[in-house]
């Protein structure tokens, strides 16, 4: 019988949407179905071709939001990425996400925004902000040298 009292409570404890463990213990947690937690889509425009990116649901993409529309110019790092030193630093949750993917979008430190446009392992830390949702043709676009990139609303 107390056995299955445990499963209705620890049932009904799913359904109502209490924190998991890691969000009791405040560790943040690696997203991967950036779906089940976005915020908003914004547009990325470099040079002639536009990507769509979700952000998601945090603190920084909403602080990020806030800046949008902006055109900056973004350095060339590594042969994978792009970044530009914001101004001002935005809020941060930090982990090792042990790999980047194509199109994700990065905050290093509290104030570093960085584009990916290659997959590779990492041993930095990041706060993820979002994901360009299809990108094909980002590394094209964004080519081998610093680049303009506009980043607005949707």
């Known amino acids: 019988m107390k056995s ?3 499963m209705v409570l620890l049932f009904t404890s799913a359904i109502i949407g209490n924190p998991s463990p890691c969000e009791e213990a405040n560790i943040p947690m690696k997203i991967e179905n950036k779906g089940a937690m976005a915020y908003a889509t914004i547009k990325i425009t470099v040079n002639s071709k536009t990507f769509t990116a979700t952000l998601l649901d945090h603190k920084l993409a909403k602080a990020f939001k806030d800046l949008l529309p902006m055109t900056i110019t973004m350095n060339e790092l ?10 001002n ?3 941060t949750d930090s982990y090792n996400p042990k790999s ?5 979008l990065m905050l290093y430190g509290s104030k570093t925004l960085v584009l990916f446009y290659k997959t590779f392992p990492t041993p930095y830390s990041y706060t993820k902000l979002g994901i360009i949702d299809d990108p094909t043709g980002l590394k094209e676009a ?3 040298g610093n680049v303009g990139v506009t980043f ?3």
Do not use: H, R, V
């Open 4 to 6: 299955i009292l445990l």
């Open 78 to 87: 590594n042969g994978n990425e792009k970044y530009y030193d914001l101004p």
């Open 89 to 91: 630093s935005l809020p």
């Open 100 to 104: 980047i993917k194509n199109g994700n």
């Open 142 to 144: 964004l080519g081998t």
């Open 152 to 154: 607005s609303n949707n």
